[in-house]
């Protein structure tokens, strides 16, 4: 019934610092592939940082460094040997408000393809077919399939993170992180979005950040619960399969903040 | 053909996966760009190690003498004196009255802007004073040279202002660097918060006291940041001078008689064929080094008023 | 005791709001001042453009040509004839060097009359307000001066921009200082452009917050606020003279004398690059800070590059910023006089530039030196020069307006 022995993502002992303070503290934790995993916990608690610290997001923040390691498919994507670009292009990312490239909705999809070296070969997918592939992956084919030439922005909000979707399964990664996907749209794009996530985790792995605990409920198989110590650093308390997590927590504080959330 | 996708995956995982590619391009497209941080480091370097490398024969020729050329009134490479007194009094005098125009009417402006004027006369107003900025300085010098003097002669006598007077070439620098202190000194005031000025209001003060109690004072540092910023302009103005303030060093406290300012000075002798390596030639670059001191002096203070005064508040 | 403990107030508002009042006076007053600046200074310069000018012949062309005929409807062997009385046999070698006198068109033979032969001069000039308001005495000094014709003079028309430099006024041109100044700003923005905004990009996007990117930064602020003289300076010691060779093409063989010493177009459009190039970067610097961090982190969470970020992402969506910026850098430096001069523009060039390697003047230069001049007829022509230069920059100010509202996405 352990699942966690070694998944897709390995991290061991991760402490990330921004200067001198402390953001996350000695996390350890196993992602499962093919699973959608929710990160949960109070604002604050290090969640988004640890979630971007997976593909050197983080990296982009000058201050920050991280401390212990993370490995993907054995390998710790912090060595020296290893390039971020390239983590990125295996672990995608969808940011909390839809940022979709000022271009049209093609060139949106296409971009991230084309700049990782996408090649037209016969007996594959042609950029326009693995745009099509992408676009309907990501639910969105049907409602832009007559205007992919116009612009991502001229969409609505829902409909841009679908976008982005798309445009982070273009480049065909293993792991598609979250963070807070569906917070800046209304309920009924919210909806569609959680559906989306569960007919992709049949193809990916999905770490998500979300401080929506029904929605960590509805649509994870793994939660991790994080909180703030009294250093104001973010540590895990617990992580188990979802169910377990909200019938049945071990740790008292994951109770406290499960059962205050769902008042 | 997904499933063709897949396997394509799968052939890809190995531990070679997340290596670093040699990306040569980004690196030399990294290093041009560090390069052109650099230039402008390269340039004030420059700048100080050019000029004082010109500037050199002259500080260390027999003639020069440290103390005369700061207390000197006499310049006349000629004869051998060089007292740098009358191109600083005369950039001074051109100064001062630049100020005494540009100080009250600029922040005058400033503040119908900001607290008086309606959101369509300041949007008629703003665009007027950047015209009135972005004309070439060459074209103020032909405006003191054509209007103000003629002006100022039939005002006070032909024989009390001469034809090529520091007044003239001071009041035109007024208008000149007006702009420039009523723009900057209208942000400044725009900066400060709403809700000071509707607390001064709640107590019942009229709008001038509550421009002058309270909204001004919280401005106060980038007032002062403007006044430096235009004097440093001012004292590094070039083409009103040397059309309107006069040709040739002369030591006088009278705005009426012409007298030579630094770049005045720098722009007549150096528009002559000049030959390098006379002491002529080098005084001018020691000139020159004693004005760039002064106005990087002055804009740094003004950053550095800025810094602080907004750290106090 | 309780009444004791209350203040006293005045009723002090009627001379509050008196105080209120002047001042606001004040402000308003200040405020119209300003304007009234800008409009003095530009009837000025109209006042001067326009208006009356005596004009006195060597020769007067009614003595050249028979009684009731003008020169202009004279046919060409007539023109050719008075030309072949009136001028010295040397000048008429010379004219008649390729081609005879009566192969000449007869606009061109008029011309040649003209200049060779009837010689106009200015004698004297008044402003468009004498000449509205002094109509009739003018008339009737001008009818008292022999062999003198009044003519109504725009000092601004075609021919002020196609002709070359002269010392005759009424003929004079800036066509070689507009040439001038073009070939010197195009260098000046070749350099300066694609050194600001790679300065710009390495600040906002490869730089971090560290001690040598917050010195470049205050040193840019500085270089800011150099006088221009001093970039002059400059110039003239680095590229006029230590850099002699390079600048004065001696190396790529243009070695005519007159432009060995350095004092050519390539130092003058160098000197103004550096004066422009602080310009250009704090411009580029906030266009491409306005472009928002989640395009960036859209780009990168797809496993772009630094570089593809930036060349497919933040310059597209930075670069009508980018170009304001360097159109405010082109007007300052068409503006720009004192450092040219520093370097050593040259007084008087009658040929259009022939490469970079030739000598320079600059068209705010032309109005330095027509307006140092005593005479008022020079005045006159500066005025004019002054309306082309600032039509110039009004409407290269305009195309900055034009991009700005155009290409506004963020």
Known sequence: MDTFITGKIDVKHVSIYYGKFRAVKDVTISIPDHKITALIGPSGCGKSTLLRSLNRMNDLIPSSHIEGSITFHGMDIYERSVDPVEVRRHIGMVFQKPNPFPRSIYENVAWGARINGFQQRLGHPSLDEWVEICLIKAALWDEVKDKLRSSGLSLSGGQQQRLCIARAIATRPEVILMDEPASALDPIATLRIEELMRELAAEFTIVVVTHNMQQAARVSDYTAFLTMDHDRSGILVEHGNTPQIFTNPVDSRTEGYITGRFG | ?313 | MGENHAPVFIANLVSRNRSERIWKNLLQISTLIGIIFLIVLLLNIINQSFGYVAIGYRVPPAKLVGPGQTLENLDIPQLAGILRQRVSPGLLKQLENDTPLEQFSQVNLVNLVMAKIAKPEVVKTWSFWQSLSMREEIKQEVGQLPETRLVFFSWVRPDLVSNSQSSNPLIAGVRTALLGSLWIILIAIMVAFPLGVGTAIYLEEYAGDNHISKVIRTNINNLAGVPSIIYGMLGLAVFVRNLAQLTSGAWLGFSSPETANGRTIVSAGLTLALLVLPLIIINAREAIKSVPDTLRQASYGIGATRWQTIWHHVLPNSIPGILTGTILAISRALGESAPLVVIGASTYITVDPANVFSRFTALPIQIYQWTSRPQAEFRNLAAGAILVLLTLLLSINAAAIVLRNRYKRY
């Open chain 2, 1 to 313: 053909m997904i499933p063709s996708q897949t396997k394509l995956i799968d052939e890809k995982v190995t531990s070679q996966l997340l290596k670093k590619r040699n990306r040569l391009g980004e690196r030399f497209i990294e290093s041009t760009l560090v390069f052109c941080g650099f230039i402008s480091i390269f340039i004030t370097l420059g700048i100080v190690f050019e000029l004082g490398k010109e500037a050199l024969p002259f500080f260390s020729s027999t003639d020069f003498k440290l103390i005369k050329f700061l207390t000197g009134t006499t310049w006349q490479p000629q004869i051998k004196l060089f007292g740098v007194l009358p191109l600083v009094m005369a950039t001074l005098t051109t100064t001062v009255i630049a100020l005494l125009i540009a100080i009250p009417f600029g922040i005058g402006i400033a503040i119908y802007l900001s607290e008086y004027a309606s959101v369509k006369l300041r949007s008629t107003i703003k665009p007027t004073l950047e015209i009135l900025a972005g004309i070439p300085t060459v074209v103020y010098g032909y405006f003191a040279l054509s209007f103000v003097t003629p002006f100022l002669r039939v005002l006070f006598g032909k024989d009390v202002v001469e034809i090529y007077n520091t007044a003239s070439a001071g009041i035109v620098m007024g208008i000149l660097i007006l702009p420039l202190i009523a723009s900057m000194s209208e942000d400044a005031l725009a900066a400060v918060p709403r809700s000071l000025r509707e607390a001064a209001y709640g107590l019942g003060a009229t709008k001038i006291e509550t421009t002058y109690r309270v909204v001004i004072p919280a401005a106060i540092s980038g007032l002062a940041a403007a006044i430096i910023v235009g004097i440093s302009r001012a004292i590094g103005e070039t083409m009103i001078v040397a059309l309107a303030a006069g040709a040739g060093p002369k030591f006088t406290f009278n705005p009426f008689q012409g007298a030579e300012t630094m770049t005045g000075h720098i722009v007549r002798v150096s528009g002559g064929d000049l030959s390098y390596d006379s002491i002529d030639y080098n005084s001018l670059f020691g000139i020159s080094l004693l004005l760039f001191f002064m106005t990087l002096s002055l804009n740094m203070l003004s950053q550095w008023v800025v810094r602080k005064l907004s750290e106090v508040k």
